[in-house]
């Protein structure tokens, strides 16, 4: 019989419920579904936990594989970082301990050892573009996240959102995985992603001592939802770390496609940042070498060749 190799497994809803009623302190009975809509099952897989007394909460398994080349010092930075966070009264989604107390816990699957933890649910709607109010919030809020993470310290490393991770890892990827009729615009990516480099070689040297620590990483429309009294819960953390506070700005101006809308909703995101810590000249002239480097490290990441989601999962510049 012929060996075979699992790249991906769903763990059964019925086994996730099972988990948690027997690890975690929840009134019964417990039941568990897969999320479809609100977290994206790609990199992680999220489900919908319900406990006997109506309660809810984010069940999420992370992905085994190496396209992040994460270990358990990653996973528990975050974990920190969330209670640090939620420890600071910021509106974040933020882990649930199990009965011994601990937070990060591993499953043996198919494919492999898989961490997962549970967390708050996040409830309400997704931020509206079109709402100036949200947008002054988001940026406020993001502004405080940045603020209070000052102080924010941790035992646990976690790997560094710098040009290594934002540029030459995508760039190696999209080499290996661009092919016939793609091959044509590698020298327009690479050249866009070097003159980016360049433009912030003589600026981020002289941002200012708070310029780089920890930051979101892929703050976006989906990952703010507003409850009834447009209180917002950040959410979706997977991609955070050490970066610069620059980066973090850029990477939801792309993600909101806010530099192409009406300049009143990128003016309340940024009024809502400013009002709480104002940029440095050279952390705003980043935004833009920021923003060409978000495309770059998109497509890389959109360049799966993991077996996970599927090869025809691209982008383009």
């Known amino acids: 019989m012929t060996k075979i190799r699992i790249a991906r497994s769903f763990i059964a809803a019925e086994s996730v419920a ?3 009623a027997a690890e975690y302190d929840c009134p019964s009975p417990v039941s568990a579904k897969l999320f479809s809509k609100l977290l994206r099952t790609q990199d992680n897989d999220h489900y919908l936990v319900t406990t006997g007394n109506g309660e809810q909460y984010a069940f999420r398994i992370y992905q085994q594989g190496n396209r992040y080349r994460r270990v358990e010092s990653d996973y528990l930075y975050e974990i920190d970082w969330l209670n640090f966070l939620h420890g600071r009264g910021l509106p974040v989604s933020y882990p649930l301990p199990r009965r011994d107390g601990g937070y990060l816990s591993r499953l043996d699957a198919p494919e492999g050892p898989r961490f997962y933890a549970m967390f708050s649910l996040a409830h309400g709607d997704p931020l509206s ?7 002054y919030t988001v940026g406020e809020m993001m ?28 760039l190696e990827r999209i080499g290996r995985t661009w092919t016939d009729d793609r091959v044509a615009n590698l020298d327009l990516v690479a050249a866009a992603a070097e003159e980016a ?22 703050f976006h ?11 917002p819960t950040f959410f979706n ?31 309340a995101f940024f009024a809502g940042y400013f009002a709480v810590r104002p940029l440095a000249e050279e952390e705003h002239a980043a935004i833009a070498p920021f923003l060409t480097i978000r495309r770059v490290w998109l497509m890389g990441a959109f360049a799966r060749e993991d077996g996970l989601v599927g090869h025809t999962f691209v982008g383009s510049i």
């Open 129 to 135: 573009l079109k709402d100036p109010e949200q947008l």
């Open 18 to 20: 099972e988990l948690v």
């Open 143 to 170: 502004a405080r996240m940045h603020v209070a993470s000052n102080e924010f310290t941790t035992p646990h490393a976690r790997k560094p959102i710098d040009l290594a991770y934002l540029l030459d890892r995508p």
């Open 197 to 218: 480099r360049d433009e912030l070689k003589g600026l981020v040297d002289r941002f200012p001592a708070d310029g780089w620590g920890p930051i979101g990483g892929d």
């Open 221 to 231: 429309q989906s990952s703010v939802f507003f409850n009834e009294t447009n209180q």
């Open 237 to 267: 953390f997977d991609l955070c770390g050490p970066g610069w506070r620059a980066y973090d700005i850029a990477t939801f101006l792309s993600n909101g496609n806010l530099m192409h809308a009406p300049a009143e909703r990128a003016e």
